[in-house]
């Protein structure tokens, strides 16, 4: 709905939220949005005096333990979280109206959104977004954070200055924290079941295994591949099962065969996508300086040049994972804290 949409306005104030001060504090204003868990809402802080969103867990979820503990640990994730990169939590707390996180107010619109409007992007521009996701990953992943969960919604873009892609990361609320080499808390998940989005899990994630900065690595390189070239690196498949069966059989093809990209970044990119954790890059700071030396590296004839005696190497599995069952699956939360674009992109 438009922003004067009267149809808009009317269904605001049938939301009996509108107008309530969640803590005696934050004034709820305007529904951003909503799912399965939860839903954001534009609140001004009254005692801050700033704008702010808020994320409310549904009431009816409020006596729901797994549910309390993954909406407890998202805000325990973004309260550890400083990096510029990521989406600020001011508070997490609970009153009688359910749990609740403030966050950052943003402006902008998310890396879903910029793709849907416009389609596939110039290999430049993804490779500068993906490098301020580094960043945002690599304080995370040195606190013990796992997203988990990186996809195009939960990245988003706003225009600071002349910078038009200026990145946020959102949504740990599926991050596992692991304190000294072991879980804060018992997992969420349990045997058979996973949380998130399979389109972009790594194998480890889809058959319940350990999943760790490498598994953040492998996603953001299906994002890499995805924002460049419009398609999925191992295609779209309509079940988990399908899902898992392509990333242990299909090999994807170079970017640069579906898109115009230095072969330097289709090594970046099929580095990222290594079936084996061992096979992607150690850490995301490793992937973070090889984006900045093909930023940094000139146009594509000198790319072309230094990496033609590169080993463009595709790994492999030795055999087929299999599953005894198929996986169940918990819905995987959406809810960017976003506030509607201020001008259209």
């Given at each position: 709905?438009k ?11 049938l ?63 973004m ?13 997490v ?12 107010l943003?402006?902008g619109?998310?890396l ?33 954070i796992?997203?988990?969960d ?90 988990a ?13 170079p ?44 146009d ?18 030795d055999?087929?994972?299999?599953l ?22």
């Amino acid at each position: 709905m438009k922003p004067n949409d009267p149809d808009r306005t009317r269904v605001e104030r049938l939301d009996p939220m509108i107008g309530v001060a969640i803590a005696g504090r934050y004034r709820l204003e305007l529904k951003i949005a909503e799912g399965g868990f939860g839903a954001i809402y534009r609140a001004f802080d009254l005692r801050g005096d700033r704008d702010v969103a808020l994320k409310l867990l549904h009431p009816r979820l409020a006596t729901d333990p797994a549910v309390i503990a993954r909406f407890r640990r998202e805000g325990a994730a973004m309260s550890k979280l400083r990096n510029p990169h990521t989406v600020t939590a001011y508070e997490v707390g609970e009153t009688r109206d359910g749990l609740f996180i403030a966050m950052e107010l943003l402006e902008g619109i998310s890396l879903y959104d910029n793709f849907r409007e416009t389609g596939p992007m110039e290999w430049r521009r993804i490779a500068r977004i993906a490098r301020q996701v580094c960043d945002s990953l690599a304080e995370a992943h040195a606190l013990g954070i796992v997203h988990r969960d990186l996809k195009p919604a939960n990245i988003h873009l706003e225009e600071r200055g002349h910078d038009r892609d200026y990145v946020k990361v959102l949504d740990f609320g599926i991050a596992k924290i692991v304190q000294g080499g072991a879980l804060e808390n018992v997992d969420l998940t349990h045997a058979g079941q996973m949380i998130g989005t399979f389109d972009y899990m790594p194998p480890e994630q889809m058959v319940g295994g350990e999943c760790t900065g490498q598994s953040d690595i492998f996603t953001l390189g299906i994002v890499m591949y995805e924002m460049l070239t419009g398609e999925l690196p191992f295609g779209a498949a309509a079940t988990a099962g399908a899902q898992l069966a392509a990333l242990v059989t299909k090999t994807p093809r170079p970017p640069s065969t579906r898109a115009d990209c230095p072969p330097e970044l289709d090594r970046i990119i099929l580095r990222c996508l290594g079936r084996k954790p061992a096979e992607r890059y150690p850490d995301v700071r490793a992937l973070a300086r090889d984006l900045d030396q093909l930023l940094d590296g000139g146009d594509e004839r000198t790319l072309v040049k230094k990496i033609t005696t590169a080993r463009m190497d595709v790994p492999t599995i030795d055999e087929p994972t299999q599953l005894n069952a198929s996986p169940k699956f918990l819905p995987s939360s959406t809810l960017p804290g976003v506030g509607p674009p201020k001008k259209k992109r």
